[in-house]
């Protein structure tokens, strides 16, 4: 998923508002499902498993010529596509050849797979992060990609946060920087707390990615990774960039209490990144997919590479330190 933790995702329907068409998607998790809405010049599909699947985020843009597309082999989800006028598949190889892009919200080791015979198809891909849970699985996806890839990454992509980004970090040069995302997701009612590949990942696997895709663009690739762990699935991370720039990270979905912080600091002073709470996750899913219709973005596939490996260096260096 491409929200934080701890943060419910909004159920809702397809709406026109005036010269728009807000899609929120909400369909009901299938071991095999898939949903998918269209708002511009290309047939979007989305597997949706799972239980995060219920809440899936939408995304708002002018509506433009297209064929919609819904696939789920469900009862449901030929409910769902009759209600708005859209075609339902049964068959992942004829619901690939009949869209132009595939939008997936499934678990990362699911979406590694089943990414495959869309990138081989030549097919656009918008994708969660993290991109894969094994380096071998992400290279295999990314060595299939024909054609223009984006991660959803929620915190870069939001219309704010990432005009922040823009005009207080990126292109200057800094010596160091500190992120901190800690929440707990398994209490009553969060969607978050029932998904399987989180609890069993925790997280280093869920928010970890937020983190990198905070530190990769502005220090660089990273050359070397320390990590020890805390308690329960808190993990910290010392890293060293290309650019000379060293940055900690400190990763929990079940701290007592939540902290999301984003800090650099160089001779040009401290940069604090502002407060995520209102993030705006239709504007950035929004943003996601504009940036695959331009056809290019820092937060592709082999940007979600590089966060793979270094979150499994990460896992490694965490396991040698027990």
Known sequence: MGAGPGQQRPEGECAKDGGELRVDHAVEAK???????????????????????????????????????????????????????????????????????????????????????????????????????????????????????????????DPGLAAWYRDEVDGRSWDGAS????????????????????????????VGPHALSALLPALGKVERVEAVRGPRDEVHLALTHESGAASSVALSLTAPAGVSEVVFWGAEGLARRPDSADVDRIAAYGGAIDALLVGHTTFDASFGLEVVRVLAAAESAAGHSQ
């Not at 989305?46 to 939408?58: D, H, M, V």
Request: proline fraction near 7%.
């Open 179 to 206: 992120v901190l995302y800690l929440a707990s997701i398994f209490e009553p009612g969060n969607p978050f707390g029932h998904s399987p590949w989180r609890r069993e990942q925790g997280g280093l696997w869920d």
């Open 31 to 157: 071991p095999f499902g898939v949903e998918s809405a269209s708002c511009s010049a290309s047939d979007w599909w989305e597997p949706a498993t799972g239980p995060t699947s219920r809440t899936r985020q939408g995304s708002r843009l002018t509506r433009r010529q297209s064929s919609w597309a819904s696939g789920v082999a469900t009862r449901q989800a030929a409910a769902l596509a009759a209600k708005h006028g859209v075609r339902a598949f049964a068959d992942l190889d004829e619901l690939i050849a009949a869209v132009d892009a595939v939008a997936f919200s499934v678990p990362p080791d699911v979406q590694a797979e089943l990414a495959l015979p869309a990138a081989e198809a030549g097919k656009s891909l918008l994708l969660e992060k993290p991109l894969a849970l094994s380096v071998e699985a992400a290279e295999r996806l990314v060595d299939a990609v024909r054609a223009p890839t984006v991660v959803f990454f929620t915190f870069r992509l």
